[in-house]
């Protein structure tokens, strides 16, 4: 069985997120999405916990598809998962750079991992989670940009942050 993970803080997965898990979940018998827990980064908008749920949520109908979350080394638990494979997605040259840098990484530290990139597609090339937070703050419509299932959530947690 062919096991790919799909990493990120999806901190809220958008469209662009989505449609990436769509594309590599043909590729592969079992596309595992993970909630990473950075430790470069502070908080964010919604605990680990809860953007596991969301996800769930969002990728429900996808029979191939698992989200789980990992505060450890990308490397490390996709030897545990027994994964072959990293999906990483790529919206940018600057995001290539990066990446490249973190294959590199991981396939050193399991030799056995590789990383399969995936271009954005071109509708979502400019779309990231800061940019939906951003436009959440200011209450615009986020129909284009998070999947429907969430856009309720993205909208009431960013009016708890604003009144609290």
Known sequence: ???????????????????????A????????????????????????????EL????????PNVEVDRSSGLLSDYCRRRKA????KGLRAVSDYEKEVQMALINRKLNPRLET??????????????????????????????????IIGDVNEKMRQRREG
């Open 116 to 149: 399969m990139f995936l271009p954005s597609s071109a509708k979502y090339t400019y779309l990231s989670s800061s940019v939906v937070k951003e436009m959440a703050f200011y209450g615009s419509d986020l129909s284009d940009f998070v999947p429907r299932e």
């Open 55 to 62: 996800i769930h949520r969002v990728v429900d109908r996808l």
């Open 84 to 87: 072959c494979a990293v999906v």
């Open 25 to 52: 979940a043909v590729c592969f018998d079992r596309l595992v999405v993970c909630v990473m827990v950075n430790s470069g980064k502070d908080g964010g908008l919604f605990t680990p916990d809860e953007r596991v």
């Open 1 to 23: 069985m062919k096991i790919a993970v799909y990493p990120g803080s999806f901190d809220p997965i958008t469209l662009g997120h989505l449609n990436i898990i769509k594309r």
